[in-house]
């Protein structure tokens, strides 16, 4: 397995839309696997491939405590939101910074595993909205887009201060 490496923003890449995974390949498998170790490594729990520049709509996700119910969700679609839920979220991609955006509560979703047989699960509270962050990479959205002009300004700032050092 291999430590990909993240794209930070405000990467231009972060912004190109995921295309729709075809073929289920063995290239799929190691690209999910390589995301899991990344997202591992960096103490995520969640990651898009948009995130280590591969463009496909593939997101991996364990928001458990241990860390050992471990997701894979390929072509993923919400079909159903519900309520609404308003807590602090971070990125991978977003070096330090970490603020509050609003979501769905419940989402169901339907998708693909990573050998292409569907899957429908239902999910609340932070798995939904890991859910719903991870979707919005792969559209190309970053969660500091949904906060106000002036924190968005900061967080860039910050962020290209940060590249440079
Ligand atoms: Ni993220």
Redesign the pocket.
Known sequence: MTILTILTYPDPRLRIKAQPVTTFDADILTTVEDMFETMRESG?I???AT?VNVHKRIFVMDVSEDRDQPYTLINPEIIEREGKQFEG??????VEAYDKVERALKVRVRAQDADGKPIELTAEGLMAACIQ??L??LEGV??VDHLSRLKQERIRKKATKLAKA
């Open positions: 995520g969640g990651l898009a995130q979220e971070g990125c991978l991609s977003v962050h991870e919005d990479h970053l969660f």
